[in-house]
């Protein structure tokens, strides 16, 4: 599904970001070839060492530290 919405819309994955707060949704990210990837805890509990996200963030608001 990712891969097919980056093609109908043009999304350059050179310079694109994948935000999530799971896993899955880092592992997905990579799969389609993006791969500036931060992950948000959200609350949740994250294995900072098995991760494999460019960045694990405690607020979806930290991202202006990452991104500007």
Known sequence: MLI?????HSIDRDNSWMIGD???DITAARESGI???ILV???H???ET?????FVI???EDIKEIIY
């Open 22 to 24: 799971k896993e899955v």
């Open 58 to 60: 405690n607020s979806i």
């Open 4 to 8: 097919s919405a980056m093609e109908k």
């Open 50 to 54: 098995l991760t494999k996200a460019s």
């Open 45 to 47: 509990d994250i294995d």
């Open 35 to 37: 791969y500036k990837t």
């Open 41 to 43: 805890r959200s609350g």
